[in-house]
């Protein structure tokens, strides 16, 4: 009943009506049928660390495999910890594509990934540690605006050096060569929380990870956005240097989003060919300078060398408009973009602009996440609820729209040579 009451919100743009028409049978059965969890469901993005007694049912639960993001200093262990336990290594990556029946309750498995939050930070001196100025002065320089209330800083964490972040996750990337980087990104809305509790008679959950909002109230502060770009910077060329892909965070941001990425691609821009020159290439020796071009190409950019951007981005709850995708998708572009949504994020209130974002992202780029912050059944809940909704959008059967899923996934983790 909610998937239908959500259809008819789309119905205003006279496109999107008739793309959902022709997949109205299709999206009768996917409503409605059992969910074919032994094709295989991959969680983008997601945070289970957030909750660690729930890590324990990571290997019960029904999704194939977790993206689990660190996000802040009290994760990034976590994540570590259970990519000992549940990490993928090359012996278990055939059974991530096994679609036999009988293994519908197949293992989970995780993806770990490294990385610092936006939300987060403000925490991180962006320098050296022989550089490194007062608390104090840390703060005023990384927040906006810059605070004069002492107290508040004063119950801030000791600030870290950017290269002491950047030398655990090179460390941490080196110890998995299946993780990639993330959660990383610029957070334009955010406001940096406070020590007190929004209300009084607010109790600690002790389940949950310290570090993150909990129940805390609100300060007028934010972290200042070149400093948020900064921090982004640094780990996206060392996603690039390391040839990882990564998961990233934007919110209120998606102008500066863009602009932070392109920064660490100028000057390797795939070359794409104007109409008049492929003209002219018709007209004379194509095989010639076709080969000439491709081993120029081929020179300059070898997958796997190291390069100042990663080599597959995933805009995580992609919450931009349609329209912004269209610059991401541009040839030009040398890094895959993939783009991901969450039931949480991406259809919490208003879903318009998620519906047309999911029809305009090219079938090979989408990915599904839940974004959740516990393991267990309401996180596969959650999986299964926005792959349907994807699959409903696309015209795609519940069993296209896993081995699509599926493929984007391994394409997104493992790179090209994964790709099935
Ligand atoms: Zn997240």
């Not at 993806?111 to 320098?127: D, E, K, L, N, Y």
């Not at 932070?260 to 794409?272: D, N, P, Q, V």
Request: a neutral charge; charged letters at 25%; proline letters at 6%.
């Amino acid at each position: 009943m909610l998937l239908l009451a959500f259809l008819n919100t789309v119905t205003s743009n006279q496109h999107s009506a008739a793309t959902l028409r022709m997949g109205d049978q299709k999206q009768e059965a996917s409503e409605t049928k059992h969910f074919p969890w032994h094709l295989g469901a991959f969680d983008a993005h997601c945070h289970p660390t957030d909750t660690v007694p729930s890590l324990d049912s990571i290997a019960g639960m029904k999704t194939r495999a977790l993206t689990i993001m660190a996000t802040r200093g009290q994760d990034q262990r976590l994540v570590a910890d259970f990519a000992d336990k549940l990490g993928i290594t090359e012996d278990t990556v055939p059974a991530l594509e096994s679609t036999s029946t009988s293994g519908e309750k197949s293992r989970g498995y995780i993806v770990p990934a490294f990385g610092w939050h936006p939300w987060f930070s403000h925490q991180i001196f962006v320098g050296a540690k022989d550089e490194m100025p007062s608390k104090f002065n840390h703060y005023r320089m990384a927040i906006s605006p810059s605070p004069e209330d002492d107290d508040f800083i004063a119950s801030l964490p000791d600030p870290r050096p950017l290269s002491d972040l950047l030398d655990q996750t090179r460390h941490y990337l080196e110890r998995y060569p299946h993780a990639i980087v993330g959660e990383i990104g610029l957070d334009r809305a955010f406001r940096i929380p406070r020590n007190e509790m929004v209300d009084n008679g607010y109790e600690r959950d002790p389940a949950l990870t310290p570090g993150g909002r909990e129940g805390r109230r609100l300060s007028p502060y934010r972290v200042d956005m070149r400093h948020q770009q900064n921090i982004m910077k640094a780990q996206l060329n060392l996603a690039g240097e390391m040839q990882r892909a990564v998961s990233v965070h934007g919110v209120a941001a998606h102008g500066v989003v863009f602009e932070t990425l392109e920064e660490t691609w100028r000057g390797h821009e795939r070359r794409s060919i104007s109409k008049r020159e492929r003209k002219r290439r018709e007209s004379i020796d194509v095989a010639h300078q076709e080969k000439k071009k491709s081993e120029a190409d081929e020179q300059s950019s070898k997958p796997g060398d190291p390069k100042p951007f990663p080599p597959r981005i995933c805009l995580h709850s992609y919450s931009g408009p349609a329209d912004t995708l269209r610059q991401y998708l541009h040839p030009s572009v040398p890094a895959i973009m993939f783009f991901s949504f969450s039931r949480l994020v991406n259809f919490s209130s208003t879903s318009n602009k998620a519906v047309a974002a999911i029809q305009a992202v090219p079938d090979d780029k989408i990915l599904a996440e839940s974004d959740m912050h516990a393991a267990g059944e309401k996180m596969d809940d959650l999986l299964e609820d926005i792959v349907r909704k994807i699959c409903q959008i696309k015209g795609w059967t519940l069993e296209e729209g896993l081995k699509q899923l599926r493929s984007n996934w391994l394409h997104y983790v493992f790179g090209q040579t994964r790709e099935r």
